[in-house]
Each structure stands twice: as structure tokens, then as C-alpha cells.
T-cell receptor, first 111, second 113 residues
Framework: EDKVVQSPLSLVVHEGDTVTLNCSYEVTNFRSLLWYKQEKKAPTFLFMLTSSGIEKKSGRLSSILDKKELFSILNITATQTGDSAVYLCAVEDNSYDKVIFGPGTSLSVIP | KAGVTQTPRYLIKTRGQQVTLSCSPISGHRSVSWYQQTPGQGLQFLFEYFSETQRNKGNFPGRFSGRQFSNSRSEMNVSTLELGDSALYLC????????????FGQGTRLTVV
């Protein structure tokens, strides 16, 4: 059965810290891995990863995928209170053309 | 460019009733996907519609159904509501399915009492 596991499930850090969020997956036929940031309600898209070893960056956020070991990490450097959110990892299964979400990592950044 | 619009934002229903939720995607987007989000189960895929056709369906009972209109607006219907259906229902629109960047609406918070 397809599944996506995220760790840790929750995290509290101080402003300025660097955090690493983990996502591992098992899917029948992998197409892509997606990261979303969810504040309050609507998740917002962060990254789409399809190839191993190629880091994607957007400001203080970066992510990389390892298709051999079936995991991805999301790094946030110099965290700010505005980074507080739930970070969702999702994997698209090519066979069934659907997306499976992980439980999310709840990140709290305190001043 | 208007975002994804979901209505209503909040809803309270009693067990046994039915409910219809609406999602208007971003103009030009033809794919609409629906998700249920609960604290215990996280975000779970319900179904996806593309050009008025259901392309895929998650593991939900037949009480959950949907449709898409020619203008790409989509509705989701839940019949014979149960307490466990209380959740945030999110829809996401994209140009060609979830393999492209998807934009989520603010969701409809459904409470079943």
C-alpha cells in the first residue's frame, strides 16, 4: 500500500535555527514528490522534485530527493516566526495518477 | 488572477443529512482535486476531475461523490453524513492534474453534529 511518512511530526525551534524535515515514501510507481506549506488552511506549493540529487532552492528553503533510498528532506535555514506552519510532503503515483500526502510536520518557530 | 474559491467556508450539519460543497478553480485550470483533512488522518485524496470526467478516486465510500461542470467548477456531495465526516475539505486546481503545480482553496470546514 502506498504511504508517505514524515518526521518529526512536530518541532519547536528558536528563530535563527536551521531545521531539516524528513519525508520517506513507498509508492508503486513514483512520479514526483511535492512539498507544501500549510498555514491555517490552504497549503501553498513549495517544491516539486522528480530527479535524485538535484537540490531545489527558494530563498532560505531547499529540498533534495533521493530516489534510491526513497526519501526527501526540506531544509529551512535562519528560521523566522513566519516559517511556523505545517509542512506537508506528498508523492504522486504514476500508476494511479493520484497524490498521497504524509501527516505533515508541525513547525513552531519561537522568538 | 483570482485564486481557488471554495464555498461555503463553514458548515454545520446533523447526522444523516447530505451536503454539497463547491469549488471554483483558477481560470484556465481544468483539473480539480478534492481532499479531506482531519487531525487523525491528515490530508487524504478523495477524487480528481478533469474536463468533466472523474479521473481518479481515493479510498472513500460511495457516500462521497462529485462532479465537474463545463466551466471547470466542481461540486462534492456527501450523503448520509456521519460524525466522522467532520473535517476540512480542500480542493486544489491545476492546469493538468497534480503533476503540475496545484493551488489550494481555503477549504470548507464541515462539522457534523
Amino acid at each position: 500500500e502506498d504511504k508517505v511518512v514524515q518526521s518529526p511530526l512536530s518541532l519547536v525551534v528558536h528563530e535563527g535555527d536551521t531545521v531539516t524535515l524528513n519525508c520517506s515514501y513507498e509508492v508503486t510507481n513514483f512520479r514526483s514528490l511535492l512539498w507544501y506549506k500549510q498555514e491555517k488552511k490552504a497549503p501553498t506549493f513549495l517544491f516539486m522534485l522528480t530527479s535524485s540529487g538535484i537540490e531545489k532552492k527558494s530563498g532560505r528553503l531547499s529540498s533534495i530527493l533521493d530516489k534510491k533510498e526513497l526519501f526527501s528532506i526540506l531544509n529551512i535555514t535562519a528560521t523566522q516566526t513566519g516559517d511556523s506552519a505545517v509542512y506537508l510532503c506528498a508523492v504522486e503515483d504514476n500508476s494511479y495518477d493520484k497524490v498521497i500526502f504524509g501527516p505533515g510536520t508541525s513547525l513552531s518557530v519561537i522568538p | 488572477k483570482a485564486g481557488v474559491t471554495q464555498t461555503p467556508r463553514y458548515l454545520i450539519k446533523t447526522r444523516g443529512q447530505q451536503v454539497t460543497l463547491s469549488c471554483s478553480p483558477i481560470s484556465g485550470h481544468r483539473s480539480v482535486s478534492w481532499y479531506q483533512q482531519t487531525p487523525g488522518q491528515g490530508l487524504q485524496f478523495l477524487f480528481e476531475y478533469f474536463s468533466e470526467t472523474q479521473r481518479n478516486k481515493g479510498n472513500f465510500p460511495g457516500r462521497f461523490s462529485g462532479r465537474q461542470f463545463s466551466n471547470s467548477r466542481s461540486e462534492m456531495n456527501v450523503s448520509t453524513l456521519e460524525l466522522g465526516d467532520s473535517a476540512l475539505y480542500l480542493c486544489a486546481s491545476s492546469l493538468g492534474g497534480m503533476k503540475t503545480e496545484a493551488f489550494f482553496g481555503q477549504g470548507t470546514r464541515l462539522t457534523v453534529v
